[in-house]
T-cell receptor
Framework: DAGITQSPRHKVTETGTPVTLRCHQT?????MYWYRQDPGHGLRLIHY???????DKGEVSDGYSVSRSKTEDFLLTLESATSSQTSVYFC??????????FGQGTRLTVV | QKEVEQNSGPLSVPEGAIASLNCTYS??????FFWYRQYSGKSPELIMF????GDKEDGRFTAQLNKASQYVSLLIRDSQPSDSATYLC??????????FGTGTRLQVFP
């Protein structure tokens, strides 16, 4: 399995505060992805990256931003957290053939 | 129209039977197709990928792709209770994006 770690694993934050989730991979994968998973919606793509400093929006990008300053790190920031952003967040990384491997997930609760 | 569609299930099959999971996709330019398994409370794990029309077999799993019909399926032979999970279909509509369906919950009963 690819070495992908997410931090933190659990977080409770207050409405209106900024939150940053971190994804770190040790596989030198080119592609990295952030998804959120909610009941009835499956995995929805938030943002993705196809190289250092190269990122693009996914299906549900409003209220989120990302940065990738190094191959191994992909950060997801909730600029001003809302209750609708309570979810489980998954990071994934993939090499050239886009066979993606997932991190353990981060459970975020916005109160 | 969703980019990737799956029946949410649950699909219930008896132990030892063949489970058939289906997925359709909307972008004709999609090149790569994946099946992931996700146990409750866990991360998705890759179980199969297929790039060309036809069948691809790996142990008890067979992935089938029909690009003309924009259809991909996963067959699980000799289903076991340990196969009970949610199965996610994923597609690359572009060279970089990876889009998932909502998943089909499979229940294998003894």
């Amino acid at each position: 399995d690819a070495g992908i770690t997410q931090s933190p694993r659990h977080k409770v934050t207050e409405t209106g505060t900024p939150v940053t989730l971190r994804c770190h991979q040790t596989e030198n994968h080119r592609y990295m992805y952030w998804y959120r998973q909610d009941p009835g919606h499956g995995l929805r793509l938030i943002h993705y990256s196809y190289g250092v400093k190269d990122t693009d929006k996914g299906e549900v990008s409003d209220g989120y931003s990302v940065s990738r300053s190094k191959t191994e790190d992909f950060l997801l920031t909730l600029e001003s957290a809302t209750s609708s952003q309570t979810s489980v967040y998954f990071c994934a990384s993939a090499g050239g053939n886009t066979e993606a491997f997932f991190g353990q997930g981060t459970r975020l609760t916005v109160v | 129209q969703k980019e990737v569609e799956q029946n949410s299930g649950p699909l219930s099959v008896p132990e030892g039977a063949i489970a058939s999971l289906n997925c359709t996709y909307s972008d004709r330019g999609s090149q790569s197709f994946f099946w992931y398994r996700q146990y409750s409370g866990k991360s998705p794990e890759l179980i199969m990928f297929i790039y060309s029309n036809g069948d691809k077999e790996d142990g008890r799993f067979t992935a089938q792709l029909n690009k003309a019909s924009q259809y991909v399926s996963l067959l699980i032979r000799d289903s076991q209770p340990s196969d009970s999970a949610t199965y996610l279909c994923a597609v690359t509509p572009g060279p970089d994006k990876l889009i998932f369906g909502t998943g089909t919950r499979l229940q294998v009963f003894p």
